[in-house]
């Protein structure tokens, strides 16, 4: 018997589509890891769809920039009352380095499961 899933994308599909052609016709995701991380966030939010928060997440999570803090709404919320750091999450994520380091996407990873799973309070 074969099992069929059936995955739905909804409004990202056609973002998918012209990323997916984006990297076949030479779009090079790997040149991105040595690239500054300015540069590798600008590069990759030429991408249909890929704003800056997913463009950290690509950059952290995918390409080793650990400088890379991605921040949504549970980061916002510690950044906020954990750090006293109020603003744009652009800004947010330039206090985080300078407040935490080279490695804070690392950091960060760590602040957005206490933030989720209740064990600290935000």
Do not use: I
């Amino acid at each position: 018997m074969e099992l069929k899933k059936r995955v739905t994308c909804g409004y990202r599909a056609e973002n998918l589509v012209e990323t997916a052609r984006m990297v076949c016709e030479g779009f090079s995701l790997d040149a991105l890891r040595d690239m500054p991380l300015e540069k590798a966030r600008n590069e990759l939010t030429k991408l249909k769809g890929v704003g800056p928060k997913v463009a950290d997440c690509v950059l952290l999570f995918g390409l080793g920039h650990t400088d890379a803090f991605p921040v949504d709404v549970w980061v916002s919320r510690l950044m906020e009352k954990w750090f006293c750091v109020n603003g744009s999450r652009a800004f947010m994520a330039k206090e985080a380095r300078r407040l935490l380091g080279p490695h804070c996407g690392l950091v960060q990873q760590y602040l957005f499961h206490c933030a989720r799973t209740g064990k600290m309070d935000v």
